[in-house]
């Protein structure tokens, strides 16, 4: 029996640069398909023991499990792994809940579906990413083209294909030079040899062997089926002759037949890295062991006699399962026309210049979102005339297309108009699952006077109307605006606990609360969020409230981050003002302090010149910059200005650029206050002991 061979040699995959252990391990049977996932324990142990072998080149895809596989992978990559590996991930197979097969090459799914794995394996970047079957509605050249442009933001690396047809690899070459093709090539998997082979040794690409082993076939011969577990794809008749003269062969070269098997696919050449799969340690030792395992010319030839195509029996895979042999796509110049009629691509017109908006956890609960949101107050209300609700819709698009999915709203923008808006918005093509939906209660304005209200019944009145108006049966974070003062906020928060447990809400937040009344309302029911004003002009919020959601693993939202416009426009912003702007009101929008005020702004657009970005991104991006637990969530009704913002997340700072606007916007250097004494903040938020409702009930 050969042994295990842990100076496992390196190999160019392709000729793009891509360098992988000779032997790669493939993962898919650790969470699927192959019966019962294996314990996460033993499969990390197993992954961590493959790489300290030497068999680093990891695969793996977003349809296994599905996504588990991801995870799993992240999570055994933890420690520093991530440097020492080669990662391939895969896209493009979809099921439904009635186990249905869906196959997708649209440029939108690809950019979700790569943004979605990167997060699953917590890695910056995939080092190569295939399309795991070809989409047939899609010509290849528009898939190649997202994935051209994924390349160039730097999320992934390199690019291959899994089961495309020969000319299907030419085209998208043609594109984009593919590194490698994954191909199922084993003693009884050899039809690619005839066309696929070839086109890729002529363009240079790189070739991966899936199921080396026929599956595990021969590993155990015809007892395999024996031993499978219910729910494994495998349980099929198999071919015990080819098994009975292999493994005689193996007798003679004293190894196992799995070990001689997948000696033959390393003998096909410097460019074939084979990728068999297991769940035991023991097994990928032997597999190995396969690589000290020299064949002769005449072996080899003795082999493939053995297993002629004409020999074996059964297809590969289900009918319903695409192969290359139904990878062709239409021409290129069939797109426009297929565009026009397919639902799930009619908006991509509308996407974004490529900006990697990362994914943050918000808080210690759970909830997961866009490192940078959006406040949709100005697009309804406050900010001059309400705009045009397909212009509004245009620009809600355009933010979940670049990857800002993380949407702020009021039942008191508009008032209420503001929430059908992003209703109407969410209902396109499933966009409502692609979002995480904030909005906020407690705030009304009654025959002109404002009120805040957090009484039960109130809080319970108010959800039902926003879930109705957003036209969804659960809202993923609700906060109470304003804090009412009279109510004990432990009863504000029995309640919103409760809709909690009915399903009607996800995660509670608070916003403009103090530090005080953050802990009170912790103490009911753990708050995931605290949205407040914290930007280079607003930064009082610092001395206690920060400190408390970090104490208590509360996630911060910074509305107003760009200080209501002005680190956009300075001073001249007021200028351009509608006569009902409510920021005309406002204290530090006043002749005197904004003269003043100036001189900050100057100041920062003096240092913004100096690194290549505008003020708005600078301000911006020294909120990013304030830590892991903070989403600014600034406003805008222009894609422009959006594109903008996305931007001020590549704005890198270093602690001296922080400590120079830091001492640029100290407290003192800003005039006005944020609101005039009318308008209730964190600083008047405190509310009466629960014993006190106790006594009046």
Sequence with gaps: MAEEAFGVRRMKLGSQGLEVSTQGLGCMGLSAFYGAPTPETNAVALLRHAITAGITFLDTSDFYGPETNELLLGKALEDGLREKVELATKFGITASEDGK???????????????????????????????????????I??????????????????????????????????????TAVQIEWSLWSREVEEDIIPTCRELGIGIVAYSPLGRGFFASGPKLAENLKQGDIRK??????????VQEIARTKSCTPAQLALAWVHHQGDDVCPIPGTSKIENLIQNIGALSVKLTTDEMAELEAIARPDVVKGERHWNIMATYKNSETPQFNNRASEARHDPERKREKTMAKACEVRRMKLGSQGLEVSAQGLGCMGISSFYGPSKPESDAIALLHHAIDSGVTFFDTSDVYGPETNEFLLGKALKYDGVRERVELATKFGATYAEGKREVRGDPAYVRVSC??????????????????????RVPIEITMGELKKLVEEGKIKYIGLSEASASTIRRAHAVHPVTAVQLEWSLWTRDVEEDIVPACRELGIGIVSYSPLGRGFFASGPKLVENLDNDDFRKTLPRFQQENLDHNKILYDKVCAMSEKKGCTPAQLALAWVHHQGDDVCPIPGTTKIDNLNQNIGALSVKLTPEEMSELETIGQPESVKGERYTAMVPTFKNSDTPPLSSWKATV
Aim: hydrophobic share 35%.
């Design 101 to 139: 097969f869906g196959f997708r090459g649209d440029p939108q799914y690809v950019r979700s579906t790569c943004e979605a794995s990167l997060r699953r394996l917590g890695v910056t970047s995939i080092d190569l990413y295939y399309q795991h079957r070809i989409d047939t509605t899609v010509p």
């Design 141 to 178: 050249e528009v898939t190649m083209g997202e994935l051209k442009k994924l390349v160039e933001e730097g999320k992934i690396k390199y690019i291959g294909l899994s089961e495309a047809s020969a000319s299907t690899i030419r085209r998208a070459h043609a594109v984009h030079p593919l």
């Design 236 to 245: 099929a008749n198999h071919n015990k002759i080819v098994f009975e003269k």
């Design 464 to 485: 039902e109307a926003s879930l109705k108006r957003l036209d969804v049966a659960c809202i993923d974070l609700y906060y109470q605006h304003r804090v009412d003062t």
